[in-house]
Nanobody
């Protein structure tokens, strides 16, 4: 029912910014909680940010609080991750994900639907 395609990754210097986008197919987008995950080489996949279907609240892992912002535009079937003050340790492949339940994303690091990923590299 849902296909997700990420874009917006790239190479930036420490302290710079990027905005990731995740475009979803279908009219069911507004029924799903959305999240962003990342995976660095040799590390486990990590939850980064999440938002319920209402779009009225946000959740972040501690390491990105105050620097990253998740948002969604249901009219465009798109979720965004604005990343500011980037650090080399933010380097990873970033994935967007969708699930009926926000708790599945935030607490279980699982989702029904995944995008293909986009590379973010932060140089020092």
């Amino acid at each position: 029912q849902v296909q997700l395609v990420e874009s917006g990754g790239g190479l930036v210097q420490a302290g710079g910014s990027l905005r990731l986008s995740c475009a979803a197919s279908g009219r069911t987008f507004s029924s799903f909680a959305m999240g962003w995950f990342r995976q660095a080489p040799g590390k486990e996949r990590e939850f980064v940010a999440g938002m319920p279907s209402s779009g009225l609240s946000t959740y972040y892992t501690d390491s990105v609080k105050g620097r990253f912002t998740i948002s969604r535009d249901n009219a465009k079937n798109t979720v965004y991750l604005q990343m500011n003050s980037l650090k080399p340790e933010d380097t990873a492949v970033y994935y967007c994900a969708a699930d009926p339940l926000l708790a599945t994303l935030v607490k279980k690091d699982r989702a029904d639907y995944w995008g293909q990923g986009t590379q973010v590299t932060v140089s020092s």
